[in-house]
């Protein structure tokens, strides 16, 4: 199985809900199942069959972290520098719009858009990476083409 890139803070995150589902979130719907079962009859006990589907999603999204977490090979974004590479955080600038946007380049278990998290596999990462300061970008996105200017690169 190919390793999965993940920076630390993203590496933390996962490990903290995984923690919370194990902890918290798992004893708390077997509880939920054992009162559910006290009201009787299973088959037409929607409380029940609630439980049962949100257990089925917890563990689930168990399995997933783990097998996550199990591949993860974690990189600290401080100890790199030079062109734009994974775990770097980019500020560009809309050549069209002269919008600012900053992005950090992570992998695809951590990325969040409206938190300025970018997925390695994006079409705007994968532009960038190897790009330096200065330099600008053409990127085909969903909705077309778009030039970037790199204004900044910070390994943070």
């Known amino acids: 199985m190919d390793k999965v890139p993940m920076t630390r803070t993203g590496h933390a995150a996962l490990e903290a809900e995984l923690k919370q589902l194990k902890s918290v979130e798992r004893p708390a719907i077997i509880r939920a199942i054992a009162?559910?079962?006290?009201?009787?009859?299973?088959?037409?006990?929607?409380?029940?069959?609630?439980?049962?589907?949100?257990?089925?999603?917890?563990?689930?999204?168990?399995?997933?972290l783990e097998g996550v977490l199990g591949l993860a090979e974690v990189f600290d974004p401080a100890k790199l520098s030079g062109p734009i590479k994974f775990g770097a955080t980019v500020t560009l600038v809309d050549e069209d719009t002269e919008e600012e946007r900053t992005w950090q380049i992570v992998g695809e278990h951590e990325a969040n858009i409206e938190k300025g998290l970018l997925n390695i596999k994006s079409p705007i990462a994968r532009a960038l990476i190897g790009k330096e300061e200065g330099d600008s970008v053409e990127v085909r996105t969903p909705g077309g083409e778009r030039s970037y200017e790199v204004l900044k690169i910070a390994y943070i």
């Open 35 to 64: 009162e559910a079962r006290e009201h009787g009859d299973l088959s037409e006990n929607a409380e029940y069959h609630s439980a049962r589907e949100k257990q089925s999603f917890i563990e689930g999204r168990i399995k997933e």
